[in-house]
C-alpha cells in the first residue's frame, strides 16, 4: 500500500482535536510521513504564492480531500458498529462501496484504517468511543463546508443500504451523527429516499423535505434550496470521484422533483 495513494500527504486540520488523536492511531506512520513532508520549514508551504497560484491550490485540495476521507471512514466505522457487532457482509460492503467510489487502493487502505479505528473502539470502551464521534462531529463542523458534509452523510446512507437492510441502530446512528455534524434529521430522511424518490411520490416529497400538503410554491422552494446546496460543483474540489457521486445524487433529487412535478402538473 503506497502512502499518499488515497490519503496522505497534506492532511490539514484533522491532526488535531479528536480526529488528530484517531489519525495517529489508525494510519500513525502516514501520519508521519505527511509532518516529514510538510512541517513548518518547508518551503513548500511557506513559499510566497499569490491567490491563483496552482501549486498552493493542488495543496488545499489535497488537504480537504483526506480531510474528508478520513473523517468518512471515522463516521462509517460508528454506523458500521452501530448494532454493536461487526458482520463479515458489512465490511463487504464497505470493501466494494470504497473500491467502486474510489478504487482499489482506497479498498485496500480505508479497511486497514477501519480495522484500526475499531480496535481503538474496543480498547476505550463504546461510551467512550461514542464521546469521540460527537467530538469529532463538532470538529468536522467547524472546519468543513456545510455541502462537504451534506455528502458525508450521503455516503454514510449509500453504505447503510448497499446490503439492503437498513437497521433501526443504523438509521439512528446516522442522524446522531448528522446532528452533531450541524445538519437536521430532515437532511437524513432526504438522502435515505433518494433511490425511492424516483418511483415513489411519498419518498419524493421525502427527497424535497416537504409535506405532500405543500403548496406548489413551498415545493419550489424546497427544490431550489436542496437543488442548489447538492449541486455537484460544490464538492469538486474533494476530487472526480466524489464529485460523480454527488452528480448521480443530484440527479436522483431531480428525478424525485420530476415525478412531483408530474403529478401537480407543473
Same mark, same amino acid.
Given at each position: 500500500?503506497?502512502?499518499g495513494k488515497w490519503i496522505g500527504g497534506a492532511l490539514g486540520w484533522i491532526t488535531g482535536g479528536p480526529l488528530g488523536a484517531l489519525v495517529?492511531?489508525?494510519?500513525?506512520?502516514?501520519?508521519? *510521513?505527511?509532518?516529514d513532508n510538510y512541517s513548518e520549514n518547508d518551503t513548500y508551504i511557506n513559499r510566497?504564492?499569490?491567490?491563483?497560484?496552482?501549486t498552493h491550490r493542488q495543496y488545499r485540495q489535497e488537504e480537504q480531500r483526506n480531510s474528508f476521507m478520513f473523517s468518512l471512514l471515522v463516521l462509517t466505522a460508528y454506523i458500521i458498529r452501530a448494532d454493536g457487532k461487526v458482520m463479515h457482509s458489512?465490511?463487504?460492503v464497505v470493501r466494494n462501496f470504497l473500491r467502486q467510489n474510489f478504487g482499489e487502493s482506497a479498498k485496500v487502505q480505508g479497511e486497514q484504517i477501519l480495522l484500526k479505528i475499531f480496535e481503538q473502539q474496543k480498547n476505550i470502551g463504546a461510551q467512550q468511543f461514542e464521546s469521540?464521534?460527537?467530538?469529532?462531529c463538532h470538529q468536522i463542523a467547524v472546519y468543513m463546508p456545510f455541502e462537504q458534509r451534506l455528502q458525508l452523510i450521503n455516503f454514510l446512507t449509500i453504505i447503510a443500504r448497499a446490503d439492503g437492510i437498513v437497521a433501526t441502530e443504523e438509521v439512528k446512528a446516522i442522524k446522531n451523527v448528522a446532528i452533531h455534524l450541524g445538519l437536521s434529521i430532515a437532511d437524513v430522511e432526504s438522502m435515505l429516499n433518494l433511490k425511492d424518490g424516483s418511483?415513489?411520490?411519498?419518498?419524493?416529497?421525502k427527497v424535497l423535505g416537504v409535506s405532500?400538503?405543500?403548496?406548489?410554491?413551498?415545493?419550489? *422552494?424546497?427544490?431550489? *434550496?436542496?437543488?442548489?446546496?447538492?449541486?455537484p460543483d460544490r464538492v469538486a474540489t474533494l476530487g472526480e470521484d466524489i464529485k460523480k457521486a454527488a452528480e448521480i445524487k443530484f440527479k436522483e433529487i431531480n428525478a424525485a422533483?420530476?415525478?412531483i412535478w408530474k403529478e401537480r402538473g407543473l
Amino acid at each position: 500500500m503506497a502512502a499518499g495513494k488515497w490519503i496522505g500527504g497534506a492532511l490539514g486540520w484533522i491532526t488535531g482535536g479528536p480526529l488528530g488523536a484517531l489519525v495517529g492511531f489508525a494510519m500513525g506512520y502516514l501520519f508521519d *510521513k505527511g509532518l516529514d513532508n510538510y512541517s513548518e520549514n518547508d518551503t513548500y508551504i511557506n513559499r510566497e504564492y499569490d491567490d491563483y497560484g496552482s501549486t498552493h491550490r493542488q495543496y488545499r485540495q489535497e488537504e480537504q480531500r483526506n480531510s474528508f476521507m478520513f473523517s468518512l471512514l471515522v463516521l462509517t466505522a460508528y454506523i458500521i458498529r452501530a448494532d454493536g457487532k461487526v458482520m463479515h457482509s458489512e465490511m463487504e460492503v464497505v470493501r466494494n462501496f470504497l473500491r467502486q467510489n474510489f478504487g482499489e487502493s482506497a479498498k485496500v487502505q480505508g479497511e486497514q484504517i477501519l480495522l484500526k479505528i475499531f480496535e481503538q473502539q474496543k480498547n476505550i470502551g463504546a461510551q467512550q468511543f461514542e464521546s469521540v464521534i460527537r467530538d469529532s462531529c463538532h470538529q468536522i463542523a467547524v472546519y468543513m463546508p456545510f455541502e462537504q458534509r451534506l455528502q458525508l452523510i450521503n455516503f454514510l446512507t449509500i453504505i447503510a443500504r448497499a446490503d439492503g437492510i437498513v437497521a433501526t441502530e443504523e438509521v439512528k446512528a446516522i442522524k446522531n451523527v448528522a446532528i452533531h455534524l450541524g445538519l437536521s434529521i430532515a437532511d437524513v430522511e432526504s438522502m435515505l429516499n433518494l433511490k425511492d424518490g424516483s418511483t415513489n411520490l411519498d419518498a419524493a416529497y421525502k427527497v424535497l423535505g416537504v409535506s405532500p400538503d405543500a403548496s406548489n410554491d413551498e415545493v419550489k *422552494k424546497a427544490y431550489r *434550496k436542496l437543488a442548489l446546496q447538492n449541486h455537484p460543483d460544490r464538492v469538486a474540489t474533494l476530487g472526480e470521484d466524489i464529485k460523480k457521486a454527488a452528480e448521480i445524487k443530484f440527479k436522483e433529487i431531480n428525478a424525485a422533483k420530476e415525478l412531483i412535478w408530474k403529478e401537480r402538473g407543473l
